[in-house]
T-cell receptor
Framework: DTAVSQTPKYLVTQMGNDKSIKCEQNLGHDTMYWYKQDSKKFLKIMFSYNNKELIINETVPNRFSPKSPDKAHLNLHINSLELGDSAVYFC???????????FGPGTRLTVL | ELKVEQNPLFLSMQEGKNYTIYCNYSTTSDRLYWYRQDPGKSLESLFVLLSNGAVKQEGRLMASLDTKARLSTLHITAAVHDLSATYFCAVDTGNQFYFGTGTSLTVIP
């Protein structure tokens, strides 16, 4: 069984569209995260979320919003997509905030 | 702004040799992470270091943390080809979280 899963694996879309990436973890972890890795392989944390607190990296545009329907899911919604949003987005989870994290396989987003 | 610098950026080493990757950061930290990423793959958590002097080891990899020097090291012992990957450190100050630029390691038979 996949511990952290993401869908879709690839997402190609036009500028200006709105899209979502889904993430689910079956580990019973309390904290989930979204990370972005750009074409130069630079990594950035975007959000961390547990059932009590959402922490947002202040550099993330407000076009990006995490939505958590329950403890096992943290979806990423992106409005008005821009070319610079093209990247690989990784979802992850950890048992406790700040612990070892399990990463999803990544979603490669291409904005045309 | 927190700065996290890794060196070297690229490392090519022969099997059986030892080497160290360095991670320097610019402010006090709560914890320091090391990750591994194989080409085209996701990330794998290796270590979380919480306190000054912390040392953790897993197989041929050993990570240490010196919070006074604001330095973490990832030491590779007797490298094998399977260790070829990119290694990232990341620093969590409690209200900032930044990754290093990564060290691309190639182990040559």
């Amino acid at each position: 069984d996949t511990a952290v899963s993401q869908t879709p694996k690839y997402l190609v879309t036009q500028m200006g569209n709105d899209k979502s990436i889904k993430c689910e973890q079956n580990l019973g972890h309390d904290t989930m995260y979204w990370y972005k890795q750009d074409s130069k392989k630079f990594l950035k944390i975007m959000f961390s979320y547990n059932n009590k607190e959402l922490i947002i990296n202040e550099t993330v545009p407000n076009r990006f919003s995490p939505k958590s329907p329950d403890k096992a899911h943290l979806n990423l919604h992106i409005n008005s997509l821009e070319l610079g949003d093209s990247a690989v987005y990784f979802c992850a989870s950890s048992l406790l905030s700040g612990g070892l994290t399990n990463f999803g396989p990544g979603t490669r987003l291409t904005v045309l | 702004e927190l700065k996290v610098e890794q060196n070297p950026l690229f490392l090519s080493m022969q099997e059986g040799k030892n080497y160290t990757i360095y991670c320097n950061y610019s402010t006090t930290s709560d914890r320091l992470y090391w990750y591994r990423q194989d080409p085209g793959k996701s990330l794998e958590s290796l270590f979380v270091l919480l306190s000054n002097g912390a040392v953790k080891q897993e197989g041929r990899l050993m990570a240490s943390l010196d919070t006074k020097a604001r330095l973490s090291t990832l030491h590779i012992t007797a490298a094998v080809h399977d260790l070829s990957a990119t290694y990232f450190c990341a620093v969590d100050t409690g209200n900032q979280f930044y990754f290093g630029t990564g060290t691309s390691l190639t182990v040559i038979p």
